[in-house]
């Protein structure tokens, strides 16, 4: 078969399933003018992409260190700004170090890429994000795939093979499904078998303050590793990995994700750390989310989810796609989960509940998404 005609099948496959996928540019202001159309399709939990404090930050940065970190982190591409950046990290959420990558995928694939080989077990929940499904394939460790949120299962697995070196993987809130990790429960029984838990908190840190680990007091653990994402809550770009130094010192001599890319961009990680000072000094910003996406989680009658983002399930792709397209219509703007992005193939309208917009906007956003989609229910 021709590249040109695998192309083509390939194309009207995913046209057949309902699955074609587009990119659609925005303009700079669709998400902060009024004139424009209200966004709850983002990441931007706390609306601190366009923080004037975070926008100056990003912009200085830009002038003093230019462009790009210009080189690898090990090279030259080692700023004093990623090292307060970090220092800022680490003390937010209560751990004793952390190193920051160009994205959270690549925090995540470091993680595991270095920590897991070969002969190494590697447990994961079914509901893992799609960059440490990834990690793991990278890794080539073991791999034990266990149900979601299943305790009793991990502790299986983790019995099933005494003395192998094991991570185990969770995210703190689960960006599908939008539900929390039993978190306290997975650290026990990671202890009593030598095991790292390794806890993505993509969608916890910010929304829970220094997220769900810090919370529940595993935080500083040995045997507890966090990674995380500056492009959510943060509202920048790039990623970090938090936990025992040790661990960090492994990641910086042997994560190939990590080595063989260049440094987070000046600009990203004055954002972030801005950012980070941002959520550190206004809590009420995490209380809004938390009433926000409440409230419409009850007028829909779908469970209120740990995080800042609202699931709705819809019958088909196809359903996902038009009621996304009639709210658009209505100048809100949502996303929508469909097959692969979903781990059990439900396809559901995905509705940010950040805090980045005003209680106005919010109304008439909830008001709108309850008359398109609330009936189904
Ligand atoms: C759970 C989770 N982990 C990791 C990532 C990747 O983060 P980034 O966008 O910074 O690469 C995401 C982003 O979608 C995510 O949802």
Redesign the pocket.
Known sequence: MSWQTWLEAAATAREEAGLTRQLRPRGPHDATSKAHSIDLAG?DYLGLSGHLDVRRAAAEAAMLWGGGAGASRLVTGTLTLHGELEAELADWLGQPGALTFS??????LSVVSALADKSAHVVSDAHI?A??IDAVRLSRSQLTVVPHNNVAAVQAALAARPGVRTLVLA?SVY?VLGDEAPLIELAEVCAAYGALLVV?E??GVGVHGPGLVARHGLAGRPDVLV?A????SLGS???AVLGPRAVLDHLVNTARPFIFDTGLAPASAAAALAAARVARSRPELADTIRARVTGLAKTLGVPAPAGAVLSVPVPSPEAAVAAQAELLAEGVRVGCFRPPSVPDGVSRLRVTAGAGVTDEEWERAAKAIDAIVGGDR
């Open positions: 990441n994205s959270g995928y690549h925090a995540n994000h960059s440490l995210e960006s993505d993509a969608h990674t994402t500056l492009s959510k770009q790039g990623g």
